[in-house]
């Protein structure tokens, strides 16, 4: 099956720093990738979908100037979490989708960034 | 109110016991929906997709309600490693955007 990786799979920072987390599918060109982050005992919420070479589309109420989306290749995006403060300790989880009309829609996660910010 | 409610749990029940979990959503315009499983710390993984007819998968039955908007999972013969977070996900009306719920966590004891 096709595989999405994320590193790093786990960062500790000091708040006020910025934190990069990159995803990458490592046998299939993804043409679109999705940002979700999991608070603990609660779903996985969207904060972005990004297509490569263009803007990320952010959800309503996520900062598109605090977490920076960049989809520069169709293999690689990245999040990029500046100015991190404690409430932005989450569980960070790509995933990527081949894309090229309805037949395309699954969805491969990676395995997630743990990110506590002290 | 939510897009997609789930209860919670945790259901505890032990090896071999039939256990079902229910979801239900509200956006009557979802057109695909899944079960995923999620164990701790890690990232939800694909169990199976949900189907109008209703499908199974080895000792997974998934059905869908279109008319009263939910879906349900059996799982039958229990085995400890099933226990997990059950994560109910659907496809928005138009979009590759995935809706989850927040999950009912299960436990199955020996």
Redesign the interface.
């Known amino acids: 099956g096709a595989v999405v990786s994320q590193h790093p799979s786990r960062v500790i920072c000091k708040s006020g720093t910025s934190v990069k987390i990159e995803c990458r599918s490592l046998d299939f060109q993804a043409t ?1 990738m ?1 940002w979700y982050r999991q608070f603990p ?6 904060m972005a ?1 990004s297509n490569e070479g263009s803007k990320a589309t952010y959800e309503q109420g996520v900062e598109k100037d605090k977490f920076l989306i960049n989809h520069a290749s169709l293999t690689l995006s990245t999040l990029t979490v500046t100015s991190a403060h404690p409430e932005d300790s989450s ?1 960070y ?1 790509c ?1 990527a ?1 081949p ?1 090229g009309g309805p037949s395309s ?3 491969y ?4 960034t ?1 990110l506590t910010v002290l | 109110r939510k897009e ?1 409610e789930q209860d ?1 749990g945790p259901f505890n029940v032990p090896e071999g016991a039939t256990v079902a979990f229910n979801c239900t959503y509200s956006n009557s315009a979802s057109q ?1 929906f899944f079960w995923y499983r999620q164990d701790c ?6 169990l199976m997709s949900v189907y109008s007819s209703g499908n199974e998968d080895g000792r997974f039955t998934a059905q869908l309600n279109r008319a009263s908007q939910y879906i349900s999972l059996l799982i039958r013969d229990s085995k400890l490693s099933d226990s997990a977070t059950y ?1 109910c996900v659907l ?1 928005g009306d138009s979009s ?8 009912t966590r299960l436990l199955v004891r020996p």
């Open positions: 679109t999705f005992k609660q779903s996985l919420m969207l979908t569980f989880i995933s989708t894309g829609t699954t969805q996660f990676g395995p997630g743990r | 997609v919670p695909s710390r890690k990232e939800p993984k694909l994560l496809h590759y955007k995935l809706i989850f719920g927040s999950g």
